[in-house]
């Protein structure tokens, strides 16, 4: 039986040849659109701007410095090779005790050092991605629901449901109270999911919020924990952001509400990652907290499908015990973070592009609902789509995030250099007062407007894989290589 | 009599109709409220948790930890803490599916090692770890390796530093520089018969996620993978358990040396239609775990023929490819498909650096296919499980040392064929024969002269006196499967030579005691 093209896609999975991978998405459109002309302060200055990855850049001097004066941190280098027959075999999915006692400490002091975490609750996963997935595999059964406060990390849908078969219930948070999670939108959105059979089993948020930038307040934390103590629902925690808080308010982990909140502790789960707050991405270092005994055995067991490199490990052991350097690391990166931010948003501010006011994350939540025809998703896509390639910046459209209000955008900091900030505010600045100059003329502008509407993905030649060049990033990956190591090589 | 005279008039037709049918009623009522109360009260007598059920109609999982022998304490546990005032939590199904598999003798062994591990000066009678295939007879070379190279290993990308390299957002399946290096290593690997083309490489955390990664590919939930018996028992779990996946057994036997039969095969294949489960593919490991032997080029041929007219895929685990020792020529699943032959879509292959190369913690698997679209699905499920970033560029170094992995497989051969003839003698010299196996890092004994009943029973008290009283940890056939009782896998590459006439004195002394008792 010969095997043609309809018998090969008929012979894969539904996992295999559904969509949940969400990959077609907008979110994920940017990056094609970054990869295939990305920018660089000389070699292309015309390029885009990626401003839709949230990668923590802004550190690495202080990790390249802490490397070179550990060697024997790195068990391949001369002083540290001793280690390596020990380490290279060491594939215990309980993980190095040092390596857990270290982000143990980590997340403690993320916290404010007002919790302590146990090492021995500490289980690894492939990232937070990963982490992510597998407290859904533990929690829930294929057609569970899960509530999301949106706006959401627009990657949640593959994350917490592609393989797991989990479904998202958003629940809709307003401008006109900052974003806020209510009591009343979850349980609205609660009944509503009862009242159609879905079967809920938790509520799942990031704290501090990807997109919003905002960290939860006491209140509201509180209030999330008696809302799902009632129902006897999970509380999945996602604190990946928690040491990029700049400013106040505090970061408050859930670890700490539940100190003196009297709740079942079995329902309370937190996700956490060296990604973000340590910007180490590439390390694929992500955790799964869980105060369940049941969940966290099983979550140690799923961790063999991703767990952490052994050398990777044995090196971040030695950084994270390293106090001193810890500490120290976290107080630049805030400060670091406090300022790229206040340049964009104070330099926003000036062109009249009002920005929600946050205290984390490496981004912000930009408000551009003033420069849209009409207050619909689709002027959404239509205004995202001339920011790519009239002003070319890479910025992700709040429609991606399951924003219930069109108009706001996700705009990331903290993976430039302080130049290619500069670019950016200017070409923003450009097209502001373009856009304004324009309207005062007349109907023009909405004629300008639709002309630039038209996709400039006219060539399919920017999907056609085998036309890249080797070293280029597979457009259907969305993360490239940042704008920094491209400055860099 | 006050409730049979209505029943009796139900039966004759009389005006007990009513009553007839309302009494029963009633009565089952009773029962169940009465039933459910009782339940209601052993439950809160914490500590029993011995017939205990779900009073919570939600709760699932968890709940039924009780109902499993052996697991009461963790359940009374679990009431008697503060955390579990409200009642047991409804968590998923997946949960107590691996409290099934925890008391597999293949972990209780593995666990039983590393709480009591032996050393010869400090723990003289720990117990002897032969059940984990782990090779640590060649560290030695790639530690020398690194101890020279250091300079260009991690950060280095030739004098430069490059800390962008090791910590930004990497392609998830993996550095392109790091597949091109895999993909030669893998070929010389072989032998040098293929060639394998770095962009059909996607890169995942170890061997582990990759076959799981292909069983979310090629299989639905409910589905069906043929494969032959006994098999590695971490299958069990990779394509079973997350996945929904079936494993329909092919069992192999000793009179066939537990090569891989086509009849056994093809009846397997139709029992699992008669029981409406559909066979997505078959999965191979080549060289065996845990028997070591190798499939021939005519049974390679075979399965493609097979595959071909049930129209499924094939998945061939050749993680130990580099590990034989014996003068059987290893032929890769890849060396028979034809450029121009579509149904080379058919055939996935799994490999990794935890065994040839012997850094199993390095977390390094490989998927290699000519299918675009497997590619284009694993590479997206990559995501969940990547290699790490410095693992890639500190591996990247030493696998473009093409003189020293071809000085490292060489050696490593020669090691391994020595310490199996080393096992294999010493066993023969208690009575006990090994399949004649030309792979992996372990020998598959046959012990059941020593049993004291030929069945699965008989083999794991046979597996208990070995562990406890012999204090080696050694794996039981049926762990893996395997349809004759009987059966040991031995690991010997975790020893050096003067350990084995150490394990061989102390397996002695159980053998004798065995043969006494028969």
């Known amino acids: 039986m010969e095997f043609t093209r309809n018998n090969n896609r008929q012979l894969l999975s539904k996992v295999a040849t559904n969509d949940r991978h969400g990959e077609n998405t907008p979110y994920f459109e940017g990056w094609k659109a970054y990869d295939s002309n990305p920018f660089h302060p000389t070699q292309n200055p015309q390029g885009v701007i990626q401003m839709g990855l949230a990668e923590n850049q802004l550190c690495f001097d202080l990790i390249e410095k802490w490397l070179l004066e550990n060697p024997d941190a ?61 407290v859904m595999f ?70 501090p919020s990807n997109p919003l930038g905002t960290v939860l307040d006491k209140e509201t934390m509180r209030s999330l924990v008696s809302f799902i103590n009632d129902k006897s629902i999970h509380l999945v925690c996602d604190e990946i952001y928690a040491a990029t808080v700049f400013g106040s308010p505090r970061f408050i982990s859930v670890a700490e509400i539940i100190q003196d909140m009297d709740c079942n502790r079995d329902l309370i789960h937190i996700v956490y990652s060296l990604s973000k707050d340590m910007g180490l991405p590439g390390f694929r270092v992500g955790i799964v907290y869980s105060f369940n005994d049941c969940v ?117 900091f903290a993976n430039m250099d302080d ?71 | 009599m006050r409730v049979i005279v209505p ?69 009374s546990r679990g009431l008697s803490s503060p955390r579990s005032l409200r009642g ?53 070379l790639v530690e020398h390796w690194l101890a020279d190279n250091a300079e260009q290993a991690m950060l280095r990308n030739g004098k430069e530093l490059s800390i962008s390299r090791i910590a930004t957002y990497q392609p998830f399946d993996g550095l392109m520089e790091f597949k091109v290096a895999v993909a030669g290593f893998m070929s010389q690997v072989m032998e040098k018969a293929v060639s394998f083309n770095p962009s059909q490489v996607v890169l995942t955390a170890g061997a582990t996620p990759a076959i799981e990664i292909l069983s979310f590919c090629l299989a639905d939930a409910g589905n069906a993978f043929l494969v032959p018996t006994p098999y590695y028992p971490g299958y069990d779990r990779d394509i079973k358990w997350r996945t929904g996946v079936e494993i ?125 679209e497997v590619l284009a699905a694993a590479k997206k499920l990559a995501r969940f499980s990547s290699v790490s970033a410095p693992t890639q560029c500190l591996l990247t170094s030493m696998l473009t040392d093409a003189k020293f992995f071809q000085t490292l497989i060489t050696i490593n051969r020669e090691r391994l064929q020595s310490m199996y003839a080393q096992f294999v003698a010493g066993l023969k010299k208690m009575g006990i024969k090994c399949i004649k196996s030309s792979g992996g890092f372990y020998c598959w004994a046959d012990m059941s002269g020593l049993i004291r009943s030929y069945s699965e029973k008989g083999e794991l008290e046979l597996w208990d006196k070995l562990l406890n009283i012999a204090k080696v940890n050694v794996t039981p056939g049926s762990a893996c499967h395997c349809i004759e009782p009987g059966w040991f896998r031995f690991c010997f590459t975790t020893l050096t030579e003067k350990d084995i006439p150490i394990v061989m004195d102390r397996i002695q002394k159980v053998s004798e005691t065995c043969k006494l008792n028969r």
């Open chain 2, 248 to 372: 329909i057994h092919v069992p192999c036997r000793s009179a066939d040396n537990f090569n891989l039969s086509l009849a056994a095969l093809d009846r397997a294949f139709d029992q699992a239609k008669k029981r409406g489960l559909k066979v997505r593919g078959i999965v191979l490991s080549n060289p065996s775990n845990p028997v070591g032997n190798l499939i021939s080029r005519e049974t390679l041929y075979s399965l493609l023929d097979f595959a071909r007219e049930k129209n499924i895929h094939i998945v061939s685990n050749e993680l130990l490819a580099g590990s034989t020792h014996g003068n059987e020529e290893f032929v890769s699943m890849t060396e028979l498909l034809d450029p121009d032959d579509f149904d080379r879509k058919r055939v996935h292959i799994v490999y990794g650096l935890s065994k040839d190369l012997s850094l199993p913690g390095f977390r390094v698997g490989v998927i290699y296919s000519h299918n675009e």
């Open chain 1, 419 to 489: 130049e290619t900030v500069q670019v950016a505010l200017e070409r923003i600045r450009e097209f502001v007062h373009q856009g304004k100059e324009e309207d005062g003329a007349s109907e023009k502008s909405k004629h300008w407007r639709k002309q630039n509407l038209r996709l400039s993905f006219s060539s399919s030649r920017l999907y056609n894989e085998s036309l890249m060049s080797p070293h280029m990033i597979s457009p259907h990956s969305p993360i490239p290589q940042s704008p920094l190591v491209r400055a860099r090589t």
């Open chain 1, 296 to 412: 966290m055995n099983c979550a140690r067991k799923m961790s063999s499908f991703g767990l952490v490199s052994s050398q990777t490990q044995f090196l971040l052991a030695a950084m994270l015990n390293d106090e001193e350097f810890v500490g120290n690391f976290l107080r630049e990166s805030s400060k670091r973070l406090a300022k790229r931010h206040h340049v964009f948003t104070k330099g926003l501010e000036r062109i009249g592009i009002s920005t929600l006011k946050s205290n984390a994350g490496l981004f912000f939540w930009m408000d551009m609902r003033p420069l849209l025809k009409e207050q619909t998703v689709q002027a959404e896509i239509e205004l995202w789509r001339v920011i790519i390639n009239k002003v070319k910046l890479n910025v992700s459209p709040g429609s991606s995030f399951q924003c219930s209000e069109p108009g706001w955008f996700r705009v990331c």
């Open chain 1, 74 to 134: 790195s068990i391949c280098t001369a002083e540290g090779v001793d280690r390596f027959r020990d380490i290279a075999i060491f594939q215990d999915y309980h993980g190095l005790k040092e390596f857990r006692e270290g982000v143990a400490k980590l997340m403690g002091r993320v916290g404010g050092n007002r919790v302590k975490f146990d090492p021995n609750r500490i289980v690894m996963s492939g990232g937070a991605t990963g982490a992510n997935e597998t």
């Open chain 2, 88 to 140: 047991p939590v409804s968590v998923s199904g997946r949960v107590s599916g691996i409290v099934k598999g925890a008391d597999s003798p293949y972990y209780v062994g593995l666990r039983r090692a590393k709480e009591d591990p032996y050393d010869e000066l400090s723990n003289p009678n720990g117990v002897i770890q032969l059940g984990l295939a782990e090779n640590k007879l060649s560290l030695d």
């Open chain 1, 138 to 207: 533990c929690l829930a059964d294929p057609g569970d629901a899960f509530l999301v406060p949106s706006p959401y990390y627009a990657a949640f849908a593959r994350d917490l449901g592609w393989r797991t078969g989990l479904e998202i219930v958003p629940v809709d948070c307003k401008s006109s109270n900052n974003f806020r999670i209510t009591r009343v939108a979850l349980e609205e959105a609660y009944e509503e999911a009862q009242r159609s059979n879905i079967n809920v089993k938790g509520v799942i948020i990031a704290n």
């Open chain 2, 7 to 75: 029943l009796q008039g139900v039966v004759q037709g009389r005006g007990g109709l009513v009553l007839g049918s309302i009494i029963p009623c009633a009565l089952f009522y009773v029962l169940q409220f009465y039933l459910k109360r009782h339940r209601k009260d052993t439950d809160d007598q914490s500590n029993s948790g011995s017939s205990s059920q779900n009073p919570t109609p939600r709760s699932s999982s968890c709940g039924n930890l009780s109902e499993l022998p052996g697991l009461t304490r963790n359940w």
